[in-house]
Structure formats: C-alpha cells, structure tokens
C-alpha cells in the first residue's frame, strides 16, 4: 500500500501528537522510507510513502482533525476525491465531539459514542508501551472464585462527581451556544464515583476475590519521577496479579485500562458505555472481554462469575494468551495497517 501523506513543519513538531499510523515514515528531514525507522517500528516493505500523488492508495492526515479548519478537510477531501482514494486521520482528546465530516475521509478516534456518529467515525487503540519484560505475561491458573484487580481513581465522593459533572456541563453549553442544533452532548459522567460503585458490588459478593488499590487522585497524584516509577508498578502488578480487570471509562468515553489488561494478558471486565472499539469488523472483541452493558451494571459480579464458571484452566490460559496477542499482534502499527489496506475502499 503506498501512502501519500501531506507535509507539515518539521522545524518544530510535536511528534506524539502526529498519526501514529504516519510515524514510521518520520524523520527530521521530511516524510521518508527510511528503513531504520520502519524497523523501529515493525512495519514491513509492503507498506511505504510516496511523494507522487499519482501513485497514492490511500492519504494519511498527519495532525489531529481537531486541528484543521472545515476549508482545510474540504480541500483535503477535494484531492482524495480527485485521486478517487481513501484520507484517514485521527481525532486527538477525550470529548466526543462531532466535526465536519466529507466523501473520502474517515477519522479514526479513542473517545465519542457510537450510536452519535457516522460510519465515518472508526474506533482507535490507545497507543502504550510495552510493559512486559521479555514479552512474558506468566500465564495465571484458573480459581474456582476469579480475582477481581482494579488500581486508580475510585472515590464515593459526591462533591468530586458534582465538580466532574460540571466539566460536562460546560462544554455543553459551549457547544450549544455554537450550534443550537447539534446533537453530540456529553452525557454527565462521574468516572471516578461511577468506578467506585462498580467495586462496591464486586466487594459485596461472596462469589468473586477482590484485588483493589483505590486511588484519591489520578496516578495517586504522583509528581516526582520515583513517584510515578512506583504507583506505575503497583498499577501493572495488580494487573498482573488479577484474573480479571474493571475497566470503564475515564474523562472520555473510552477505557485506557482496556488496552493496558490485553496487554498483560489479562482478561478486561469491558463495560460498554456506547464506545467506539478498534476495527470492530475484523475483531470479535466479545471473544476478548467480558462484555457488560452499562444498562446491567448492577448485575456485574453475577456476569463475570457466569462468564469465568464456562472457562476450562486450559481456556482460561488460552483467552490470557489471545489477549496477549490481540494487543501485541493485531493492533500493533504494521497489523493496523494491513487491515486498513485490507478494509480500505472508497464508498
């Protein structure tokens, strides 16, 4: 697949905030096929850019849309539509907020609710680092009670959910004094009491073990770089140490956690909050997950216990692993991009 993408200042970027899709083929000289970047990052020869317009499968948006005016996407989209190809870019931040949307041009993005967009809008992976030394997860036995591991922000605190709400309320009101027509508000989400109500029920079953570290602030509020060397540790060894992980959505409507617990193998408690998952028709994510809806979240513990009371230890063992790979493999940068060229049309 040959991929044009169009230039930006390399004067002074700011590299993590480009399409990681566009970063194996960055370097401080421009856009390149650079072999030693490509390596870095995994990405195989069957995938490189091109300058030529001509020769152009699809066009990759380097910036985050939000950083784009409409005129701007319009004549991005005018080129795509005169090359008769595909533009993918990305949406950067937690609001799931609508834009402009074109023909040719699908914006990838972590955050936003499903049943508020378009078919344009695709879900996107968190992009973390690998956690794991020497690409070892160490496999956990199957208990006859599962382990429930959850370490961050959780507080029953009804002043903290107010203040958390009228962050929402804010940018609502922003965005009806914008538009009075639009449709994507936020709906008022209180992550941290929301979690904490969700770990309350999970330490009220006698069914399920509990591996909590609640969390007063986010990262525990670290500041110094020990600090954050040590909350960072306790984090992933609770993942470690658990059969099962909470995760929910944070500030945006979105579960970083998600990704983290694939990553170490272990087996995410998914709570769908209307959320945007990555290449959701080529990943069976129910086979990954235990799915639940937020509608049955009272219902939490009853659902992992059913899910877990099915397994086998060497399906147990076997779903730690596929989740391994799911993360190391299929949403690795060089397997997006095979999807994305595998998926890649112009409707």
């Known amino acids: 697949m040959t991929i044009y993408i169009p230039q930006i200042n390399f004067l002074n970027p700011n590299r993590k905030s480009l399409f990681i899709l566009t970063r194996p083929f960055y370097t401080e000289h421009g856009w390149k096929n650079d072999e030693n970047v490509k390596k870095r990052w995994q990405v195989s020869d069957d995938f490189r850019y091109t300058s030529n317009l001509e020769e152009a499968d699809v066009l990759f948006i380097p910036n985050p849309i939000n950083t784009y005016s409409k005129q701007e996407l319009n004549s991005l989209n005018e080129l795509c539509i005169a090359l008769n190809i595909q533009g993918y870019g990305y949406i950067s931040g937690d609001f799931g907020k609508q834009y402009p949307e074109f023909s040719h041009l699908i914006y990838f993005r972590m955050g936003g609710f499903k049943s508020q967009l378009s078919i344009k809008n695709q879900g996107f992976p968190v992009a973390i680092s690998d956690y794991c030394q020497n690409n070892t997860i160490g496999l956990r036995e199957m208990q006859k009670q599962p382990v429930i591991g959850f370490c961050g922000h959780a507080q029953l605190s009804y002043w903290k959910a107010l203040k958390k709400q009228l962050v929402f309320i804010k940018e609502n009101v922003l965005r009806f004094l914008n538009n009075t027509l639009r449709k994507d508000y936020e709906p008022l989400f209180s992550s941290g009491f929301q979690r904490a109500k969700l770990l309350q029920k999970f330490e009220q079953s006698p069914f399920v073990k509990t591996n909590f570290i609640y969390r007063k602030q986010y ?11 040590k909350t960072t540790q306790e984090y992933f060894e609770n993942i470690k140490n658990s059969d099962y992980v909470l ?26 909050t209307d959320c945007l998952l990555p290449f959701e028709g080529n990943i069976d994510w129910k ?27 060497g399906m147990f063992k076997e779903l730690q692993q596929a989740n391994r790979i799911l993360w190391k493999e299929t949403l690795s940068v060089n397997n997006m991009l095979k999807l994305l060229k595998s998926n890649n049309k112009v409707e």
């Open 287 to 313: 086979k990954h997950v235990v799915w639940v809806e937020w509608s049955d979240r009272n219902h939490i513990p009853e659902i992992v216990v059913e899910f877990h009371n099915k397994l086998s230890n």
């Open 247 to 272: 995760c929910v959505r944070g500030g945006g409507n979105f579960s970083v956690r998600l990704y983290e617990t694939l990553m170490m193998g272990r087996i995410p408690i998914f709570v769908n």
């Open 219 to 229: 990262r525990a509020g670290a500041i110094t770089p020990s600090e954050r060397q």
